[in-house]
């Protein structure tokens, strides 16, 4: 914690998840109450945290598409003593309960539409095994043409341009294969690998510096 920090009664992160990475999320609230810091308002890019040292909350995360009766839906969660926590990412439902040294964990276990998430980690592998066969038709088909450019045609300045393409393409459709595989575990009942976005975002950031800084010495004749 940096100096100070403790003072601070509010800060905001900005952390990604999709919306099947719900238990990733669990594990950073839950991470940050042990800190003392308290998960107040979540959105898919942006979180909100309150400073209390004096009590640590365990987390859970009902994933639910509808609710037929909003009012017993929350009400049957305050009466078993959870929080709510408040949320802004669609089908989540965060609640929070004051954890007690010594209480077995099932205790903070909540019951989770099972129905529900299984049809969203259906639509999300659908949807994110569609890019990736797009990206397996387009980013061959590229590499393709370059090699073929490169063999028997002169590359002009502006087809420096094209060759960068599929490399940040190729950088996109990595994490397209990690989310599909994340995915996939969590149907198989396992555990989902963490996505690392400030890496891939670090990483994306310096190949497409590479190649504006590439393109500009080729035009200006360096390279």
Known sequence: MKKNESIQKVKKRHCVYMSWEFEAAVEDFNTMSAQGWHIAYFSRFSQSYVYDPNVTYRYQIDYTETIADPTRYYETFRD??????????????????????????????????????KEMLRRSRRFVGAVLLMYAVIIPY???????DWLFMHISDIEVIEIWTPVLLSVT?????????????????????????????AVSVAVILASVISILLNIFGLI
């Open 142 to 148: 590229m590499i393709f043409s370059l090699v073929r």
């Open 173 to 201: 459709a990595y994490m397209f294969v990690r989310w599909y595989v994340s995915v996939r575990r969590m149907e198989k009942g396992k555990k989902a690998r963490r996505f690392h976005y400030y890496a891939f975002a």
């Open 80 to 117: 078993a003593g959870w929080l709510t926590v408040r949320c802004a990412a669609g089908e989540w439902n965060i609640f929070a309960k004051p954890y007690v040294s010594g209480q077995p964990e099932d205790a903070y276990l909540i019951y989770t539409d099972e129905k529900s998430k």
